[in-house]
């Protein structure tokens, strides 16, 4: 089992910056790949960032060149700094593990956190 705890959310103004982290426990030592997903309001979960153990990044293109997503293996966390944030990013931040080189339906979830820009 892989426990995963996200912090660092809040209310930030847009054009503000965030940055989210997110510690693994447990068996860390069979995951690969982990990431950030987001959920908005009446809308589906979404993949924001993801980050595999060698360093290979994905984004979704509403976050290019806003949000950078790191990893520290020695530390097992895996980290969102989110800049010039919007309105349109509030949502709930889903943190996401895998031992596949993507996120699957077998990888672990943190309980999220809450992340709201307002204009």
């Known amino acids: 089992q892989v426990q995963l705890v996200e912090s660092g959310g809040g209310s930030v103004q847009a054009g503000g910056s965030l940055r989210l982290s997110c510690a693994a426990s447990?068996?860390?030592?069979?995951?690969?790949?982990m990431g950030w997903y987001r959920q908005a309001p009446g809308k589906q979960r979404e993949l924001v960032a993801r980050?595999?153990?060698?360093?290979?990044?994905l984004y979704a293109d509403s976050v290019k060149g806003r949000f950078t997503i790191s990893r520290d293996n020695g530390k097992n966390t895996v980290y969102l700094q989110m800049n010039r944030l919007n309105p349109e990013d509030t949502a709930a931040y889903y943190c996401?593990?895998?031992?596949?080189?993507?996120?699957?339906?077998?990888?672990?979830w943190g309980q999220g956190t809450q992340v709201t820009v307002s204009s």
């Open positions: 996401a593990a895998d031992r596949a080189l993507i996120i699957t339906g077998a990888a672990y």
């Open positions: 447990g068996s860390i030592f069979s995951i690969n790949v």
């Open positions: 980050i595999t153990k060698g360093g290979s990044t």
